[in-house]
């Protein structure tokens, strides 16, 4: 019933009297109230005079399944969608989902996930109502080394529809943020469970700092949010579609024709390392170095200053900046 009475603030767009509204859905004008107060909740902007009655100022802050299914265009990814008010993790989630035998495509997201979390055990800092934080099932069949590519891809949609919608000069960093100016907007977790050589399904995870206004602590010299930078607010709903519309173009192209190759010149143009000097932490050795391009698996070559060449499969990677800093 909320989202109804959402659809006739949006479609009047001036003020509708609660008795109006009330006589349209059968409902009491108390009852009326009531959800009116749950749409507040959910972060829309509703404001209310006596005698002329409600009217929506913005839905900017709105974030709901309703609003999602409104504006996704895909064919599987995001037909089924777990919508929570909270939840632990998204990845998390996902993964009992997947073990309890959720479809392909099935995207789970929440308005406040109270233990994000980043690579190797880092956390993940996912403020209340203003970031957008979600994971996608994926079934692909595809080896256990090969699934860091979609990782990639998720980089890829996100910055896709990061550049659409707010026009910021976003990059992707080498292999899971993306970055603008020099500050990390978003982060990408990648989780899957195998059998041997095979992967029996992917978590691919995505947080976008979307709406925050200000980082503190050690994250105030290196986040941001699309807010910050563009002095905007956006709507979550829309840019969740957006990376998951641009998410499914390129996994159903990546599947069909099994390989990153496809791939690669797109992600070299977007990619912040290329030319630059690199650092690189990998499990057991340091490296530094210019990064050179990225090959068809997806890793990241470098070669470092007495002239060899490597290729990185995944690592801790800090870029020097135009500043002469490292981000
Ligand atoms: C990442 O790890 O960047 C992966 C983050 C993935 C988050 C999504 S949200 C939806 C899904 N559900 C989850 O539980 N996770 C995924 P990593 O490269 O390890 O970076 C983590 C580091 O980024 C932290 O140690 C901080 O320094 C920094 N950081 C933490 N929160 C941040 C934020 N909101 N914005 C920018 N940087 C942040």
Redesign the pocket.
């Known amino acids: 019933m909320k989202y109804k009475i959402l659809k006739l603030l949006k479609d009047k767009n001036d003020f509708i009297s609660g008795e109006e509204i009330g006589d349209r859905f059968n409902i009491s004008r108390s009852a009326v109230w009531k959800y009116v107060e749950k749409l507040r909740e959910e972060g829309y902007n509703i404001e209310s005079v006596t005698k002329k009655g409600y009217l929506l100022i913005d839905s900017y802050n709105g974030f709901n399944e309703y609003e999602i299914k409104n504006c996704l265009k895909t064919e599987f990814i995001g037909k089924n969608i777990l919508f929570f008010d909270k939840i632990d993790?998204?990845?998390?989630e996902a993964k009992r989902q997947a073990l309890n035998e959720a479809e392909e495509g099935t995207v789970i997201t929440c308005r406040n996930?109270t233990?994000?979390?980043?690579?190797?055990g880092?956390?993940?800092?996912?403020?209340t109502g203003s970031?957008l934080?979600?994971?996608v099932i994926l079934k692909p069949a595809i080896s256990v080394k090969n699934a860091v590519q979609i990782t990639l891809l998720g980089g890829i949609a996100a910055l896709r529809a990061i550049r659409k919608i707010t026009g910021a000069q976003a990059f992707i960093k080498w292999p899971?943020?993306i970055v603008i100016n020099g500050k990390?907007?978003v982060?990408?977790?990648t989780e899957m469970s195998a059998e041997i050589e095979s992967v029996k399904f992917v978590v691919l995870?995505?947080?976008i700092?979307v709406n925050?206004d200000v980082?503190e602590g050690?994250?105030a010299e290196?986040?941001t949010s699309l807010k910050i930078e563009t002095k905007k607010i956006y709507s979550r709903n829309l840019i969740l579609c957006e990376v998951l519309n641009e998410f499914e173009k390129l996994y159903v192209k990546y599947i069909s024709k099994k390989s990153f190759k496809y791939f690669v010149n797109e992600y070299e143009k977007l990619c912040i390392n290329l030319g630059r000097n690199v650092k690189v932490m990998c499990k057991d050795y340091n490296i530094e170095g210019t990064a050179v391009g990225i090959d068809e698996n997806g890793e990241l070559i470098i070669q470092d200053y007495n002239g060899a060449v490597t290729s990185i499969y995944s690592g801790e990677v800090s870029v020097r900046n135009s500043d002469g800093k490292y981000i």
């Open positions: 993790s998204t990845n998390d996930q233990n994000g979390k980043g690579r190797m880092r956390q993940w800092e996912s403020e970031g934080w979600f994971s899971n943020d990390k907007a982060g990408i977790l995870g995505i947080g700092n925050n980082f050690e994250l290196k986040a």
